[in-house]
């Protein structure tokens, strides 16, 4: 099951940089990029066209901007302070239960309905993300989640939107 979640990531991950109307998501040769450990500012305009951004990471940005100097002496020093974490909103392998327990169609249009309503990537920072794996959520949507709020697990764990 291990080997189908990475190979699932790896292909939602290129779905959502072809699909998705910002360039930022590939390369100048088209391909897809990833997101581990960006900086805030070399990506700050990817960072902030995520579907979803805590106010701990926005602080992390605003932070950047102000003072950029600072921000690219800690970064470099690997503060985890600084520390800025993508995270896919619904886990990947919330997703592929989704897709053996029948719950979608796997059809073209039942496939692209599903990722388009479920596939979001939110920005935290280091320690929402460690609040977020402390509550047990790393890999998993709260308890009783209807499929409704694709961000359930980030108001689950206390973490709060950027204003």
Not at 25 to 39: A, I, K, L, Q, Y
Not at 52 to 60: D, K, L, P, T, V
Not at 75 to 90: G, I, N, S
Request: charge should be positive.
């Amino acid at each position: 099951m291990r080997l189908f979640v990475t190979l699932f990531r790896d292909f939602v991950d290129n779905w959502n940089a072809f699909h998705s109307a910002h360039d930022h998501h590939r390369t100048r040769e088209g391909r897809p990029r990833w997101f581990n450990n960006p900086s805030a500012l070399l990506r700050r305009d990817m960072l902030r066209a995520l579907d979803f951004r805590s106010a701990g990471a926005e602080a992390i940005l605003v932070g950047a901007e102000q003072d950029a100097a600072l921000y690219r002496r800690r970064y470099e020093a690997r503060d985890r302070d600084t520390k800025l974490v993508v995270d896919h909103a619904v886990p990947v392998g919330c997703m592929v239960a989704a897709f053996f327990s029948g719950a979608v169609k796997i059809t073209r249009d039942g496939i692209r309905t599903y990722l388009s309503a479920n596939y979001r990537l939110g920005l935290l920072s280091a320690a929402e993300d460690a609040r977020l794996n402390a509550s047990g959520l790393r890999s998993a949507m709260p308890v009783g989640w209807d499929g409704g709020s694709v961000f359930a697990r980030y108001a689950a764990a206390g973490i709060e939107a950027a204003s």
